[in-house]
């Protein structure tokens, strides 16, 4: 009747060492950087393994039309996030051996 109940312990086990693992992860996306560019350079930013905007570079030539400067600066951030997205998602794949757990990728700040 009790035969299973020794696998709580090893599930508890592993489901303890994939928090660690995923606390981790968490750590390192903060330290990670992801570059976009718009404009053919003339926009460059960073944001971190979150999707936090964390620097901005704008060309000389990009400043004299500003709703162009506005969109090459809305275009930058949106490929840096992908990236940032991305790296979060094989992360989480990695972490999960390719299981699709629903929610997980957001813990990691990994969708917006």
Same mark, same amino acid.
Not at 5 to 18: C, P, T, Y
């Given at each position: 009747?009790? =035969?299973? @109940?020794?696998?709580?312990?090893?599930?508890?086990?592993? #489901?303890?060492? &994939?928090?660690?693992?995923?606390?981790? %992860?968490?750590?390192?996306?903060?330290?990670?950087?992801?570059?976009?560019?718009?404009?053919?350079?003339?926009?460059?930013?960073?944001?971190?393994?979150? =999707?936090? @905007?964390?620097?901005?570079?704008?060309?000389?030539?990009? #400043?004299?039309? &500003?709703?162009?400067?506005?969109?090459? %600066?809305?275009?930058?951030?949106?490929?840096?996030?992908?990236?940032?997205?991305?790296?979060?998602?094989?992360?989480?794949?990695?972490?999960?051996?390719?299981?699709?757990?629903?929610?997980?990728?957001?813990?990691?700040?990994?969708?917006?």
């Amino acid at each position: 009747m009790f =035969g299973n @109940l020794g696998n709580i312990g090893g599930l508890l086990k592993q #489901a303890k060492e &994939v928090q660690e693992r995923m606390a981790t %992860i968490q750590k390192e996306m903060l330290t990670r950087r992801f570059r976009g560019e718009s404009g053919g350079g003339s926009v460059s930013v960073q944001v971190d393994g979150r =999707g936090t @905007l964390v620097s901005v570079k704008i060309q000389p030539d990009a #400043a004299g039309d &500003v709703e162009l400067l506005e969109d090459l %600066i809305v275009s930058a951030v949106r490929v840096a996030c992908e990236q940032a997205q991305e790296s979060s998602r094989q992360e989480m794949s990695r972490l999960t051996g390719g299981l699709n757990i629903p929610g997980l990728t957001d813990l990691l700040g990994g969708s917006k």
